[in-house]
């Protein structure tokens, strides 16, 4: 059952606990698919205008700070990538060409993402696609640090291995297994959350560990490589901020530990945890791309890495 909250206009609502969260209630799946667990107030009108949506950016609900979260790192990673462009011979310098794939992909998932957060209460079919975007263009993102990762990050022992070739085609692959398995969770969160959940973190989780299996290698396997290079501490700041954030998001904290104080705020240390990660790891192909020019010509199959992404896509 919906109630109307005094202030900030007519279209800010709170949503009964009793209601949303009983199973038993007569009629759950209506609004329960704009629940959030732990959180228990500031929630749009779940029928809202796309002018209501709009205006919520500059109202106090419990999706403003998301929006807001996402739409400025949008700003900063576009400044950061018209920058780049504008100091690159994008036509001849083939080296420069997998960072502004992965910049150009940063771009996207936060826009796509405050995009998904604005309009996701104008109905419960806009809800479903609005996150279907969402979930794609992270998993672009995920395909775009693959093949940064396959041009700058591998260590030298690997180069023109059997997986390093396959790489980025298999990141292709993981790409759209995990588009579709994490839009197919969504049908499952009101009848099986638990099993939602499981399925949604397997569907980031899995690419993630993929793409990250050269860091992996870099780290652990093969730690005398890159004693001396500079970009090895971003890899190590990267890859625990980027766990650090992962487990806040499966554990639902900190929103979990007391319900209903953390309605505005629910998700944005998660957000920016995760654009710190991301900040991180556009230093990660910068450091990675001066050290490869020092040996010109090492890995020249890259641009066929290119055309076979571009292929399967």
Same mark, same amino acid.
């Given at each position: 059952m919906?109630?109307?909250?005094?202030?900030?206009?007519?279209?800010?609502?709170?949503?009964?606990?009793?209601?949303?969260?009983?199973?038993?209630?007569?009629?759950?799946?209506?609004?329960?698919?704009?629940h959030?667990?732990?959180?228990?107030?500031? @929630?749009?009108?779940?029928?809202s205008?796309?002018?209501?949506?709009?205006?919520?950016?500059?109202?106090?609900?419990?999706?403003?700070?998301?929006?807001?979260?996402?739409?400025?790192?949008?700003?900063?990673?576009?400044w950061?990538?018209?920058?780049?462009?504008r100091?690159?011979d994008?036509l001849?310098?083939?080296?420069s060409?997998?960072?502004?794939v992965?910049? *150009? +992909?940063?771009?996207? @998932?936060?826009l +796509?993402?405050?995009? +998904?957060?604005?309009?996701?209460s104008? !109905?419960?079919n806009?809800r479903h696609?609005?996150?279907?975007?969402?979930? *794609?263009?992270?998993n672009?993102?995920s395909?775009?640090?693959a093949?940064a990762?396959?041009? @700058?990050?591998?260590? &030298?022992?690997?180069?023109?291995?059997?997986?390093? &070739?396959?790489?980025?085609?298999?990141a292709v692959?993981?790409?759209i297994?995990?588009? *579709?398995?994490?839009?197919? #969770?969504?049908?499952?969160?009101?009848?099986?959350?638990?099993?939602?959940?499981?399925?949604?973190?397997?569907?980031?989780?899995?690419?993630?560990?993929?793409? !990250?299996?050269?860091?992996? !290698?870099?780290?652990?396997?093969f730690? *005398?490589e #890159?004693?001396?290079?500079?970009?090895?501490?971003?890899?190590?700041?990267h890859?625990a901020?980027?766990?650090?954030?992962?487990?806040?998001?499966? +554990?639902?904290?900190?929103?979990?530990?007391?319900?209903?104080r953390?309605?505005?705020?629910?998700?944005?240390?998660?957000?920016?945890m995760?654009?710190m990660?991301?900040?991180? #790891?556009?230093?990660?192909?910068?450091?990675?791309?001066?050290e490869?020019?020092r040996?010109?010509?090492e890995?020249?199959?890259?641009?066929?890495?290119?055309?076979?992404?571009?292929?399967?896509?």
């Amino acid at each position: 059952m919906l109630r109307q909250e005094p202030g900030l206009g007519s279209r800010r609502i709170s949503v009964c606990w009793e209601c949303v969260g009983n199973e038993d209630s007569p009629r759950p799946h209506r609004t329960a698919v704009f629940h959030e667990q732990g959180i228990l107030f500031g @929630y749009r009108h779940p029928q809202s205008s796309a002018t209501a949506c709009l205006l919520s950016l500059f109202q106090m609900t419990n999706e403003t700070l998301n929006i807001w979260t996402h739409l400025l790192p949008f700003w900063f990673f576009m400044w950061r990538f018209v920058g780049t462009l504008r100091v690159t011979d994008v036509l001849n310098d083939s080296y420069s060409w997998p960072l502004l794939v992965y910049m *150009g +992909a940063s771009c996207v @998932y936060p826009l +796509a993402s405050s995009c +998904a957060h604005t309009f996701s209460s104008m !109905s419960r079919n806009a809800r479903h696609i609005c996150y279907f975007l969402d979930y *794609g263009a992270v998993n672009l993102f995920s395909l775009g640090s693959a093949i940064a990762y396959s041009a @700058y990050v591998f260590p &030298d022992a690997l180069v023109n291995t059997v997986f390093h &070739d396959y790489y980025v085609a298999l990141a292709v692959l993981n790409t759209i297994i995990s588009t *579709g398995l994490s839009c197919y #969770s969504r049908f499952l969160e009101v009848q099986k959350p638990r099993l939602c959940k499981m399925l949604r973190v397997l569907a980031f989780a899995y690419p993630y560990t993929w793409d !990250s299996l050269p860091i992996f !290698s870099r780290l652990f396997l093969f730690p *005398g490589e #890159s004693a001396q290079n500079e970009a090895t501490l971003y890899h190590q700041k990267h890859m625990a901020v980027t766990l650090l954030a992962s487990f806040l998001y499966s +554990a639902h904290l900190p929103e979990r530990l007391a319900p209903g104080r953390f309605d505005y705020i629910e998700c944005n240390v998660l957000h920016l945890m995760s654009f710190m990660s991301q900040s991180l #790891s556009q230093e990660l192909p910068q450091w990675e791309e001066n050290e490869l020019e020092r040996w010109p010509g090492e890995r020249v199959t890259w641009p066929g890495d290119v055309r076979l992404c571009c292929q399967s896509h």
